[in-house]
């Protein structure tokens, strides 16, 4: 975080390109075949939106994802994290998401997603467990999650769903 430069050169994180990428991020990619169309994405962008709620401060597609479901970006991301143990340490989530700012961004091929597009309509209960289930692995890969043990629970709710059919 605090070094700059090294050898008279300039040093820039490779978490600030993931934020500041400039590629078009809002459309589907119409070529695969196997992704949600425009339609569907942007409906599931909306209601993301409002399941997560305070949680993110935006939702959109991205087309730099290829194994994961979904990645979180925030401005500055080295700083979030260190600001999360130290200023923002005794503040609620709430607060903290307030600061932070994340973006969640889906990648509309991932089956996950795939899937989660048609359960919202079929078992909206799994689909919200779903979606902030995704939502906190994607906070946990960013490093932005102090105590992942909160989401044991959902975890629990969600094997019992899955496990119900056999």
């Known amino acids: ?19 500041e990428d400039k590629s078009d ?13 425009q339609e569907q994405a942007d409906d599931l962008l909306g209601w993301l939106q ?18 994961h479901p979904c990645i979180i970006t925030v401005n500055e991301m080295g700083a979030a994290r260190h600001f999360l143990k130290t200023a923002l340490a005794d ?5 903290k998401f307030r600061v932070l700012q994340p973006t969640l961004e889906i990648n ?13 309509s079929s078992n909206a209960e799994l689909a919200r467990l779903v979606a902030e289930q ?9 490093g932005l ?6 989401m044991l629970g959902r975890i629990n709710s969600i094997l019992e769903q899955a496990l119900e059919k056999h």
């Open 1 to 19: 975080m605090n070094l700059g430069q090294f050898d008279k050169k300039n040093l820039k994180s490779v978490e600030n390109e993931l934020v």
């Open 25 to 37: 991020t809002s459309t589907v990619d119409d070529k695969n075949a196997n992704s949600l169309s």
């Open 50 to 67: 409002v399941v997560l709620g305070h949680r993110v401060a935006k939702t959109k597609i991205t087309k730099r994802l290829v194994s």
């Open 91 to 95: 503040k609620t989530d709430e607060e």
């Open 108 to 120: 509309p091929s991932h089956p996950i997603i795939k899937k989660l597009y048609s359960l919202k």
């Open 134 to 142: 995704v939502y906190d692995n994607s906070m946990i890969a960013a």
């Open 145 to 150: 999650v102090e105590d992942p043990r909160k």
